[in-house]
């Protein structure tokens, strides 16, 4: 499954399949940038960084792309399992200080 | 050992009351922040700390004044609460200023103004 264009709110994906989750950020002197997974009830939990010197970054089952021509981040997720239902959010460092947050975009995996 | 631990979990008060959260970190970060989410999941900057010191408001009302007694901890005050405060207020930190490293955030306080 796959959010298309810039955001949605939400994406249904069948577990097993692999997930992709878009985000635009906006500022253009932004050079680091995290996705945050957030279950309910819980605080945002860090899944992986990217550095705006490099376009891809992999972790487990994650892999984070960055288009800074475009100021396009995307996440995926390989092989999407029931855990893997959250909120995720992106982030990127608008100044030393402060991280700002993305709208977040709901997942659900339907077994 | 919980990393970012804030209290309470939940809050319920009236309009008009004073009320309190606070944050404690064991992470040794020199930084620390106030979130504010919204019901429609919106995470927002409020504060940022740096060694005790206020880097950061954003365009918060007056009635929130954080305090930090020491870099683990950063304390969030709210008087006369209204309505519209009513939210999920998260705590963060991390080792240096967000910009290069991850932050760490608590479980959140749901603060429900009645």
């Known amino acids: 499954g796959e959010s298309v264009g810039l955001h949605l709110p939400t994406l249904s994906v069948q577990e097993g399949d692999n997930s992709i989750i878009n985000c635009a950020y906006s500022?253009?002197?932004?050079?680091?940038f995290i996705w945050y997974k957030q279950e309910s009830g819980k605080g945002p939990q860090f899944i992986i960084d990217i550095r705006s010197n490099m376009d891809k970054r992999q972790g487990q089952r994650v892999t984070v792309l960055l288009n800074k021509t475009v100021k396009h981040l995307s996440l995926q997720i390989a092989a999407t399992q029931p855990g893997d239902s959250a909120v995720y959010f992106c982030a990127e460092n608008s100044n030393d200080y402060k991280l700002s947050f993305g709208a977040g975009t709901t997942v659900t995996v339907r077994a | 050992d919980t990393a970012v631990s804030q209290t309470p979990k939940y809050l319920v008060t009236q309009m008009g009351n004073d009320k309190s959260i606070k944050c404690e970190q064991n992470l040794g970060h020199d930084t620390m922040y106030w979130y504010k989410q919204d019901s429609k999941k919106f995470l927002k900057i409020m504060f940022s700390y740096n060694n005790k010191e206020l880097i950061i408001n954003e365009t918060v009302p007056n009635r929130f004044s954080p305090k930090s007694p020491d870099k683990a901890h950063l304390n969030l005050h709210i008087n006369s609460l209204e309505l519209g405060d009513s939210a999920v207020y998260f705590c963060?930190?991390?080792?240096?200023?967000?910009?290069?490293?991850?932050?760490?955030f608590g479980q959140g306080t749901r603060l429900t103004v009645v």
């Open positions: 500022n253009s002197a932004s050079d680091y």
């Open positions: 963060a930190s991390s080792q240096e200023g967000g910009g290069n490293t991850e932050a760490f």
